[in-house]
């Protein structure tokens, strides 16, 4: 194994190269196929469903009526296996059915079924790896027990799920070594339901899910105060899955903002920089709005990497409200507060980093950190990228205070690199890069004595 030292002059000289990130020209031109118009459409099917509330009806009577939460269900299904069709079958469409017993918000023995699709990887052993993009496909209004009222759900979260559909249509038409999982939820507004019973069967069946993007709210409500140049991408700094131990070495390391989903949210902050998608990701350094929830919580329980993407600024009044007007106030989630260029962009930067995460090579495996002696070089060690993918790898590294990677060094194929650079004063992660550019995720070394 090749020992590579830098000399502190490199460290900083190199800084640009991580904003130049090479935008992949296939990748770039599927963004383009994404069709505000057809969000548009799928949104407003959606609505005319009336309400999609997980506790509203689904009996066959009332999806033949396209009514309720199982003609939703029904529809989005055909919808992925349209997109299907039109790749010769490249999508399995799958279910994910389940009774929910009584609870709070769940009056009675319920169905829920979350509804994805998924476009397998072109290598074997790539194929194991999965990013996963989601929205929910349920509504609610004012009362969250209501089974019949109408429940527009346009921007909550028929944004969301329209995101998903559109990235399903447009990237099916490419492949990819890793494996895009297209998904949408019920129960969301019963309390996670559905993503919590999709993450725990993620997490039993040992599946190798590398990132989920969440998308709750991304209409871009039209509110005079809006900013529809950027999107907030929310991510938990402290993981929620941490063990005692874990939270003792966050804790004396300073590793509390490195968290798997902040690696995401800065891998998306990255591709916002390579790839115009015509909105910007803005960072939230925070798991979720004050109040609220998301099902992107769900995945992080079970210790998956997973951000939330929402627009800039909510009107709460267009959301689980009942469709009325009172004091000259419009409530309601309705289609017309719904920007659809604006989802149309947020589609466009969530293909970008679904498509090159499929399209880079796994992350490096068994990242150390040398610690055994008191010294002012910092040695890293790691193992291959899994998968036989990786050209090279480089060392990433960032001030303690810093919010975004700063610095990169290429170590070419070496697999250990001394840096002259004191770890006691940075932040260090390594990634593997494939021969077109694509990076993986980076991942941050455990200290090893
Ligand atoms: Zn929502």
Not at 129 to 157: E, K
């Given at each position: 194994?090749?020992?590579?030292?830098?000399?502190?002059?490199?460290?900083?000289?190199?800084?640009?190269?991580?904003?130049?990130?090479?935008?992949?020209?296939?990748?770039?031109?599927?963004?383009?196929?994404?069709?505000?118009?057809?969000?548009?459409?799928?949104?407003?099917?959606?609505?005319?469903?009336?309400?999609?509330?997980?506790?509203?009806?689904?009996?066959?009577?009332?999806?033949?009526?396209?009514?309720?939460?199982?003609?939703?269900?029904?529809?989005?299904?055909?919808?992925?296996?349209?997109?299907?069709?039109?790749?010769?079958?490249?999508?399995?469409?799958?279910?994910?059915?389940?009774?929910?017993?009584?609870?709070?918000?769940?009056?009675?023995?319920?169905?829920?079924?979350?509804?994805?699709?998924?476009?397998?990887?072109?290598?074997?052993?790539?194929?194991?790896?999965?990013?996963?993009?989601?929205?929910?496909?349920?509504?609610?209004?004012?009362?969250?027990?209501?089974?019949?009222?109408?429940?527009?759900?346009?921007?909550?979260?028929?944004?969301?799920?329209?995101?998903?559909?559109?990235?399903?249509?447009?990237?099916?038409?490419?492949?990819?070594?890793?494996?895009?999982?297209?998904?949408?939820?019920a129960g969301e507004e019963q309390g996670l339901n559905g993503s919590l019973h999709f993450a725990k069967m993620a997490k039993e069946q040992g599946w190798n899910l590398e990132a989920v993007l969440n998308n709750d709210i991304v209409g871009g409500d039209k509110s005079p105060e809006q900013d529809h140049s950027v999107v907030r991408v929310f991510s938990e700094g402290l993981p929620s899955a941490a063990t005692e131990q874990d939270i003792r070495r966050i804790r004396s390391l300073g590793g509390e903002n490195d968290s798997g989903s902040r690696q995401?949210?800065?891998?998306?902050?990255?591709?916002?920089?390579?790839?115009?998608?015509?909105?910007?990701?803005?960072?939230?350094?925070?798991?979720?709005?004050?109040?609220?929830?998301?099902?992107?919580?769900?995945?992080?329980?079970?210790?998956?990497?997973?951000?939330?993407?929402?627009?800039?600024?909510?009107?709460?009044?267009?959301?689980?409200?009942?469709?009325?007007?009172?004091?000259?106030?419009?409530?309601?989630?309705?289609?017309?507060?719904?920007?659809?260029?604006?989802?149309?962009?947020?589609?466009?930067?969530?293909?970008?980093?679904?498509?090159?995460?499929?399209?880079?090579?796994?992350?490096?495996?068994?990242?150390?950190?040398?610690?055994?002696?008191?010294?002012?070089?910092?040695?890293?060690?790691?193992?291959?990228?899994?998968?036989?993918?990786?050209?090279?790898?480089?060392?990433?590294?960032?001030?303690?205070?810093?919010?975004?990677?700063?610095?990169?060094?290429?170590?070419?194929?070496?697999?250990?690199?001394?840096?002259?650079?004191?770890?006691?004063?940075?932040?260090?992660?390594?990634?593997?890069?494939?021969?077109?550019?694509?990076?993986?995720?980076?991942?941050?070394?455990?200290?090893?004595?």
């Amino acid at each position: 194994m090749l020992a590579l030292v830098l000399t502190g002059a490199a460290q900083r000289e190199n800084a640009a190269e991580i904003e130049k990130a090479p935008a992949d020209r296939r990748i770039a031109a599927a963004l383009q196929q994404i069709s505000a118009k057809n969000i548009q459409a799928n949104i407003e099917k959606l609505v005319s469903f009336r309400t999609r509330s997980t506790v509203s009806a689904q009996d066959p009577a009332s999806i033949a009526a396209g009514h309720g939460i199982g003609a939703a269900r029904e529809w989005i299904k055909a919808e992925f296996e349209r997109y299907s069709k039109e790749c010769s079958g490249c999508l399995e469409v799958k279910i994910d059915t389940f009774t929910e017993q009584p609870a709070d918000r769940i009056p009675k023995a319920t169905e829920i079924t979350n509804v994805y699709a998924v476009l397998k990887g072109t290598d074997t052993e790539n194929a194991k790896r999965i990013v996963l993009v989601t929205g929910h496909y349920d509504s609610r209004n004012s009362d969250i027990l209501d089974v019949n009222g109408d429940a527009p759900g346009a921007n909550d979260d028929g944004s969301g799920t329209a995101v998903s559909l559109e990235c399903a249509r447009v990237l099916s038409k490419l492949k990819f070594p890793a494996t895009i999982i297209f998904l949408t939820v019920a129960g969301e507004e019963q309390g996670l339901n559905g993503s919590l019973h999709f993450a725990k069967m993620a997490k039993e069946q040992g599946w190798n899910l590398e990132a989920v993007l969440n998308n709750d709210i991304v209409g871009g409500d039209k509110s005079p105060e809006q900013d529809h140049s950027v999107v907030r991408v929310f991510s938990e700094g402290l993981p929620s899955a941490a063990t005692e131990q874990d939270i003792r070495r966050i804790r004396s390391l300073g590793g509390e903002n490195d968290s798997g989903s902040r690696q995401l949210a800065r891998y998306v902050a990255q591709v916002g920089r390579t790839y115009d998608a015509g909105v910007k990701p803005v960072m939230i350094f925070r798991l979720d709005r004050y109040l609220r929830g998301g099902d992107h919580y769900a995945f992080n329980q079970q210790g998956f990497s997973a951000a939330r993407f929402t627009e800039f600024r909510e009107d709460f009044h267009h959301q689980h409200q009942n469709v009325r007007t009172e004091n000259g106030i419009e409530y309601g989630d309705l289609p017309k507060f719904v920007d659809y260029d604006y989802v149309a962009r947020v589609a466009r930067l969530n293909a970008a980093a679904l498509a090159e995460l499929a399209s880079a090579p796994a992350p490096p495996a068994n990242v150390h950190l040398l610690t055994k002696d008191l010294e002012n070089d910092s040695t890293l060690t790691w193992e291959a990228s899994p998968g036989g993918r990786a050209r090279e790898y480089e060392v990433l590294w960032r001030d303690t205070t810093s919010p975004e990677w700063e610095y990169v060094q290429k170590v070419g194929g070496a697999m250990r690199a001394t840096l002259k650079l004191s770890k006691d004063n940075v932040i260090f992660a390594v990634r593997a890069v494939d021969a077109d550019g694509h990076r993986s995720l980076p991942v941050v070394p455990l200290p090893q004595r």
